[in-house]
């Protein structure tokens, strides 16, 4: 019987290879956010300090992760994400791209505060190289509250990322159960732990540790991106700031971001991207002098139509098309960095 058993394993082993049972090595980065955070008390689910857990801690207090991956951490950033600058951004984009460089690194996580974590995850999307599964996830309530949602959203985030199935399909966010697609989530609820949507609809969703796939993104990403982390030199970005749409604006906004030196404004317009006739000729004098002009929504749904409220041919502008400000900034930003024409920009609206 003990022959027969000994010779069956062999017989197995010789038809399934021994990397089928081996579990995939995951690294999570750690940058902060609520999923780290600490409240005075366990009742205190919105009340706290963000950034304060270290990643040792974070993956201790979920065993059950090591049973899906070999699973360690990197603690590269302890900050609340609406402090992230450029410099940062690229800081985590780099330390991601010299781990997804690693042959015995599988998949990456990274836990990351909830605020902008669509613009970490859309940046990753664009400039890391790679078909391993890139992961960010965060958490609506500190660990330290009641019903803390950090640690199923880390188990759920480290079996993603340990999924083979889950390669090249872009950059993902993780949250409540959902896998999104990191170009078209955002953050829509400031305060329930369903923080996360995408007007498209989620990727797939993730259910006790298995994925589930319902759809793919049809846009550029990754290794298919003509960006890249290696090719950005220094701390910093090409200068792209947001202006947000409403009734009674002022040129003031936009003609200081020009004083301040900006190479593109994303307008936060009204509806359809809708830009007021008083400050159309502003506009227009900042891209006579070189300052990009593109045209989002502050409406969370739908799409920028070109040459529909405004004439983005005749002006010059861009449309950032189904990108939402804080996207279209990311996006502009890195477009800047390979050319200054307007058309050349648009197409590459069209296609990430
Ligand atoms: N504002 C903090 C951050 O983005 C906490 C919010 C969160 O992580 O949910 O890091």
Redesign the pocket.
Known sequence: MKKSLTSLTLALSLIIPISAFAKNNVVVVAT????A?AGASSTNSATYT??KVPVDDLLNAVPQIQNLANVSGVQALQ?????ITDKELIQIARKINELVKKPDVNGVVIT??????EETAFFLNLVVHTDKPIVVV???RPPSALSADGPLNLYSAVALAASNDAKGKGVFVLMNDSIFAARDVS?TINIHTN?FQSQWGALGTLVEGKTYWFRNSVKRHNNNSEFNIENIKGDALPLVQIVYGSDNMLPDSYLALQKAGVKAIVNAGTGNGSVPNYIVPTLNQLQQQGIQVVRSSRVPQGFVLRNAEQPDDKYGWVVAHDLNPQKARILAALALTKTKDAKEIQRIFWEY
């Open positions: 902060g956010g609520t999923i955070g963000a950034a900050i609340a994400s609406e402090s990351h505060g909830t605020d902008t974590l965060g958490s609506m953050k923080a």
